[in-house]
């Protein structure tokens, strides 16, 4: 290194690195977001129970001091077992006995393969629940078929059968994902929710403002008005972005909590196969949203199966 | 690979000396990102690469000082940080895990490994050509406490070593930039590999704010 143009170099060097800074800022997640602050979160929860739900309590529940939960609960729970008399009935279905509780919330959860973590899952989320006081079910919906896993299709089968069950607030998750923060309460906002912003599996950042997938709340009335989502997306990836260009489309603004009360944790397992041709897909989210989804949703649905801890529906797609 | 350049060397030391000087300088940027390729293929694999190119320093380390005169070393160790830069970089980065923040304060480590690796070299240089380093006692004569760097070919009666791998000397006027340096470098591969392993693995929180990798077991599965 006997050269002249040593310094050159390291300018060269120098312009480079601040170069990197401020060009790539989209090729960095985020740490922080804005979000729905605590003291705010309950005046912006969609208050409504299920149609047909009836509660012989006396007293509403109060949801103040669970939002100020601060306790993380260990993942370990799924390898227990729920603790007797616990009171979910049939279905999956669970209310508090002691007060009436303001929010119903359907749990769906496309399924496939994976019998182990869908047990851990059930006992992880029942035990979750208990802490909340709300009112929900979980179903479970199964693809028979032996099709690349189509998460979205499944999603809306699921999402039409707690609409017929007069959910007016949906939950779709992925049975990978465990909550941790009971503070994280499973009711819709009145905007639609990305829940799971904060997973350890990416760092607890949230790799880019857009995402929509994982575990997101939306009321009933909002998801049928988006037409649900694409039927479209056979295999891994794409259809949550597809979601957002719908929420978009319909000027639905999408919200979070805090990151340190969203925070999940995602079950190792290894990736499925990724399906082909998501960028043309993609590309025409918008233009497929009013021909595509619940209006188009057309299955075969195998049997549906009241099990205790989860409404089991099986289809073929 | 550090085997075979030797051996080059060796087996033609005098013939057309300016052009093996020039192969030598290069093949790092060869041989170093076509290793590190190789090593994703498979856990097997990338640790007998590791362990080979652990046992290739030995090696080097094993032969009589002067003869580790090859600029082979210092373009490996320019080869091997830029490698680790671009696929932090370009690699991690895109996995859009890493917060800004995160990757500002990599950058600022590196920085500063930089420059004091910069400024161990430039003031190293600056006692090869005015000779000042021979230290206030300095006689003409080589004394028992005195020593003769067969590299560099500059006589110190302080302490100093020979550094193959930034190819220089470290004399006392520069000991405590390459300190510093060395002190940076850990800190910044240190920053660097845990945020990178902690994007493709799967991390675990501990103390509430510190987070490790914990499963790593899907990080070969997509190539198989």
Not at chain 1, 12 to 22: A, N, Q, S, T, Y
Request: net charge neutral; hydrophobic share 40%; aromatic share 12%.
């Amino acid at each position: 290194m006997r050269h002249p143009y040593r310094k050159k170099i390291i300018y060269c060097g120098l312009v480079i690195i601040i170069l990197i800074i401020f060009l790539h800022p989209d090729m960095n997640g985020h740490g922080t977001y804005d979000f729905i602050a605590k003291e705010d979160i309950l005046r912006n929860l969609h208050a409504e129970t299920a149609v047909n739900f009836t509660s012989t309590a006396v007293i509403d529940c109060e949801y103040y001091d669970i939002l100020w939960d601060d306790t993380t609960l260990s993942q370990s729970l799924v390898d227990g077992d729920l603790v007797e008399g616990h009171g979910i009935r049939e279905g999956g279905e669970y209310a508090p006995q002691e007060c009436k509780p303001k929010y119903s919330t359907a749990i769906i959860v496309p399924y496939r393969d994976r019998a182990e973590q869908l047990r851990g899952f059930l006992v992880y989320m029942h035990t979750f629940f208990r802490r909340q006081r709300i009112h929900y079910r979980i179903f479970v919906v199964e693809q028979v078929d032996s099709r690349l896993f189509n998460r979205a299709k499944l999603m809306n089968i699921g999402a039409v059968a707690a609409m017929k069950a007069g959910f007016p607030c949906l939950v779709l998750h992925d049975v990978d994902l465990l909550p941790l923060r009971p503070a994280n309460i499973y009711a819709c906002s009145k905007c639609p929710r990305h829940m799971s912003s904060s997973i350890n599996k990416f760092r607890f950042v949230l790799p880019y403002l857009t995402l929509f997938g994982g575990a997101i709340a939306i009321i009933s009335k909002q998801y049928k008005d988006i037409n649900g989502m694409s039927n479209e997306y056979f295999g891994w990836g794409g259809e949550d972005d597809d979601l957002y260009s719908r929420l978009e489309a319909s000027n639905l603004k999408v919200c979070r909590f805090e990151p340190e009360t969203s925070r999940y944790h995602m079950v190792p397992h290894r990736s499925t196969q990724k399906g082909e041709a998501k960028k043309k897909l993609l590309s025409s989210a918008k233009e497929r949203m009013l021909e595509d989804g619940l209006s188009s949703l057309q299955y075969v649905e195998v049997a549906t199966v009241l099990h205790p801890l989860f409404t089991h529906i099986m289809v073929d797609l | 690979m550090v085997y075979s350049t030797l051996t080059i060397q060796d087996i033609f030391p005098h013939k057309s000396n300016s052009k093996k000087v020039d192969i030598d300088a290069i093949l790092p940027f060869i041989i170093v990102p076509f290793l590190l390729l190789i090593a994703t293929m498979s856990r097997t694999i990338t640790i007998i690469i590791m362990v080979v190119i652990g046992m290739g320093v030995l090696y080097v380390y094993s032969r009589p000082r002067q003869k580790n005169r090859s600029p082979f070393f210092f373009s490996w160790t320019i080869s091997s940080s830029i490698t680790m830069f671009l696929v932090f970089e370009i690699g991690i980065l895109g996995l859009l895990e890493v917060t800004q923040l995160e990757n500002f304060i990599f950058l600022l480590l590196l920085s500063c490994t930089c420059y004091f690796f910069y400024k161990m070299k430039s003031v190293a240089d600056f006692e090869l050509a005015t000779g000042s380093a021979k230290g206030k006692e300095y006689s003409p004569v080589l004394t028992s406490d005195s020593y003769y760097c067969q590299i560099c070919q500059i006589e110190v009666n302080e302490r100093y070593f020979h550094s193959i791998w930034w190819d220089c000397c470290v004399l006392r006027p520069n000991y405590i930039y390459f300190l510093a340096g060395q002190l940076f470098a850990f800190a910044t591969i240190l920053l660097g590999t845990n945020l990178g392993l902690t994007t493709v693995c799967q991390p675990f929180l501990i103390y509430g704010f510190i987070l490790l990798p914990e499963d790593c077991e899907d990080v070969y599965y997509e190539l198989e």
